[in-house]
T-cell receptor, first 116, second 109 residues
């Protein structure tokens, strides 16, 4: 399958600081990427849909000013957790869709964020 | 978007046996994808089946889709210890997929 790389894999930051997570499609161009978060032993919760060249579409209950998404190129989307707090600690995973709406979506390896 | 619901929540089998997991969803879909997740890792894409397909194979995996019943199944044949993981279905509509709680499969050597 296609390769999606997420960086960093782990990050620890102090409360009040911001953290940027990158999601790259390595061998294909992705006009659409998705950001999820996952709490321990729970399912993935879709946070937002990231579209290249336009604003992200956020799911209900997700603060867009808290979780800034930028999809500046066809191979890169970034998620910035602003003014992080301990409750933002979670596993964040991105996925990139291979083509149009009816094609496969491949996931990155995830980023474990710990806010202390 | 809609969420798939996997059943059973947990499944424990012996190596060599077959494992069957089911997924139900509520509204119409364009496709349905199955993923595997090992603890603390990202999701590995297993297979995508489109709404006009009824069955699909990939190696030891067989996926079925019944749009009239709004359900899908994933069969893993001749299971191995390395198949131990959580399995998720992701019904897709308009290009967006959401996930249920998954089935935790344990394959005992």
């Amino acid at each position: 399958g296609a390769v999606v790389s997420q960086h960093p894999s782990r990050v620890i930051c102090k409360s009040g600081t911001s953290v940027k997570i990158e999601c790259r499609s390595l061998d294909f161009q992705a006009t659409t990427m998705f950001w999820y978060r996952q709490f321990p032993k729970q399912s993935l919760m879709l946070m937002a849909t990231s579209n290249e060249g336009s604003k992200a579409t956020y799911e209900q209950g997700v603060e867009k000013d808290k979780f800034l998404i930028n999809h500046a190129s066809l191979t890169l989307s970034t998620l910035t957790v602003t003014s992080a707090h301990p409750e933002d600690s979670s596993f964040y995973i991105c996925s990139a869709r291979l083509g149009n709406w009816n094609t496969e979506a491949f996931f990155g390896q995830g980023t474990r964020l710990t806010v202390v | 978007s809609q969420q798939g619901e996997e059943d059973p929540q947990a499944l424990s089998i012996q190596e060599g046996e077959n494992a069957t997991m089911n997924c139900s969803y509520k509204t119409s879909i364009n496709n349905l994808q199955w993923y595997r997740q090992n603890s603390g890792r990202g999701l590995v894409h297993l297979i995508l089946i489109r709404s006009n397909e009824r069955e699909k194979h990939s190696g030891r995996l067989r996926v079925t889709l019944d749009t009239s019943k709004k359900s899908s199944s994933l069969l893993i044949t001749a299971s191995r210890a390395a198949d131990t993981a959580s399995y998720f279905c992701a019904p897709g509509n308009a290009g967006k997929s959401t996930f249920g709680d998954g089935t935790t499969l344990t394959v005992k050597p």
